[in-house]
């Protein structure tokens, strides 16, 4: 088995890397699809192709679908909750024995930096650790119905499970969707987004190795038209998990109800990070880069709104312009501070909320524009980026650029930044950097979010419910929460004298 280097050396060497997954991942094995279509996958780092994968159709999803369901039927749902802990334990170990293929392959698809990449794949054995010790814990409750009656609930799965996964944490998002769906019992199709097909797929192929029955863990590449959309209207689906942008999701929530398919859907967001003047200002600063400069502002729950004390405004400002444009960037596998965004089309995206912004007169006291890998000149970059003195109305404070750029209100005290906080279409997460602990969680109950980090941005792990309010979507991954949402409650009432 390569190491991390070994991989390095191979991809700069030959532009590749070996023994990529071929085909789509379909009842316990690799296969093309007779029709042979295939796409390429890029390199945000080098903007050029490294691989190419299967171009699927609806005739794959229709076989995925099947084989799914086929393998709920007789093989997965009356299996002990014990055998499939098992399961996913061994998943979990094997995905750790992966961990330099595994990451240096999320980060070639993603354009991720190679410590975030790795940090990625620990946190997918984690998933599966944490849902293989929760398999034999899901209980039911007992009613209280006097001598004459006995009354219980018992979970059950839901069936086949359709997951639609994004671009920018292919492996995360995939483990969070197939480990607690496995654990309670479904079976699982997925589609990984087009710009990053192989990590899914090759996590469908360790479950194989764990010993996971043949048929229970599919995933199918492609575009969203021609695999996702069929996926997601299929009516051998009994629940779509979805990850992605608000306008998709509501096409997806619209199609679910032709079927009354039951739903999950985590979106975007615009997520404060409120920043109170009796905080600790080097760890905050600390904190506020990371919320914003992960994986490029790649995030769905990145801190991309600074709401900060007016006391503190100037000082802290000046330490946060100072580190930011000392960050570094390049490619993932030189393990800068910032890397490249995912697509050239995304790269316009982001740059046009930038031009807008130089065209209202917006104060960019940092970064603002597109660049390149300072030592090949290639690539998909943005320079990460400030921009101060926001109006709460101006669309760099309403809308989500998923990008390396960082708004900044200013709050007069901490019912404004609260006001500032909620003043906003999304939900999903939001930071509080503070001294005052009751002061915080004061805060953490009136702004609207579905997760408050307190004193360290992205606190917590799997074991915590994930999942955001408003135009940030609804329902809840990660945590026992997650495994719920995979199952179906059943009430039991008899009478017994």
């Not at 794949?121 to 599966?128: D, I, L």
């Not at 996964?165 to 483990?175: D, E, K, L, R």
């Not at 801190?303 to 930011?324: N, P, Q, W, Y």
């Amino acid at each position: 088995m390569k190491s991390a280097a070994e991989l390095t050396a191979e991809y700069l060497e030959t532009g590749t890397l070996e023994g990529l997954p071929n085909g789509h991942f379909i009842d316990g094995a690799f296969s093309r699809p007779v029709h042979n279509r295939s796409m390429e996958s890029l390199d945000p780092g080098s903007a050029k192709a490294f691989a190419s994968f299967t171009a699927g159709t609806e005739a794959d999803v229709d076989d995925a679908v099947s084989s799914a369901r086929k393998a709920f039927d007789t093989s997965w749902r009356d299996v002990l909750p014990v055998e499939r802990a098992r399961i996913l334990l061994r998943a979990s170990q094997l995905i750790l024995e992966n961990i330099d293929r595994l990451a240096i392959v999320e980060c070639l698809d993603s354009g991720k930096p190679l410590n975030e990449a790795m940090g990625d794949v620990r946190g997918a054995a984690r998933t599966f650790e944490y849902y293989a010790g929760a398999c034999d814990k899901l209980q039911g409750d007992s009613f209280p119905l006097g001598p004459d009656y006995l009354g219980y609930s018992i979970h059950e799965p839901v069936g086949v499970t359709a997951h639609i996964i994004p671009w920018n944490f292919p492996i995360s998002t995939a483990a969070r969707g197939f480990a607690p769906a496995l654990a309670a019992g479904c079976a699982v199709v997925a589609k990984p987004a087009e710009q990053t097909p192989f990590t899914a797929l090759m996590l469908a192929e360790v479950l194989s190795q764990a010993g996971l029955p043949h048929g229970l863990c599919n995933v199918l590449t492609g575009t969203g038209q021609e695999v996702g959309a069929p996926l997601t209207r299929h009516t051998g689906v009994d629940h779509i998990t979805f990850t992605g942008s608000v306008l998709t999701g509501s096409t997806v929530m619209k199609t679910a109800a032709d079927d009354i398919t039951r739903v999950v859907l985590e979106l975007g967001g615009k997520s404060p990070v409120v920043v109170m003047k009796d905080c600790d200002k080097d760890k905050t600063v600390a904190g506020v880069l990371g919320a914003i400069y992960e994986h490029a502002g790649q995030i769905c729950s990145a801190g991309s709104r600074l709401i900060i004390d007016k006391a503190i405004h100037d000082e802290f400002l000046e330490k946060l312009v100072a580190k930011t444009k000392a960050l570094s960037l390049g490619h993932g596998l030189r393990d800068p501070n910032v890397g490249p965004v995912n697509s050239a089309q995304h790269l316009d995206k982001i740059n046009g909320f930038l031009d807008r912004a130089k065209a209202r007169g917006l104060n960019i006291v940092a970064g603002g524009n597109v660049t390149v890998d300072p030592e090949t000149g290639a690539g998909w970059f943005f320079e990460p980026t400030i921009v101060d003195g926001v109006d709460q109305a101006d669309e760099l404070a309403q809308e989500e650029v998923f990008g390396p750029v960082l708004t900044v209100q200013v709050a007069d005290d901490a019912d404004h930044a609260v006001a500032l906080a909620n003043d906003c279409q999304y939900g999903l997460v939001a930071g509080i950097f503070t001294r005052d602990f009751s002061a915080a969680h004061q805060m953490a109950r009136q702004i609207d979010a579905g997760q408050i980090y307190i004193n360290e941005y992205f606190a917590g792990g799997v074991e915590v419910p994930f999942g955001g309010n408003k135009k940030s979507g609804f329902g809840r991954e990660k945590g026992i929460e997650g495994l719920k949402s995979y199952c179906k409650t059943k009430s039991v009432a008899a009478k017994i004298s």
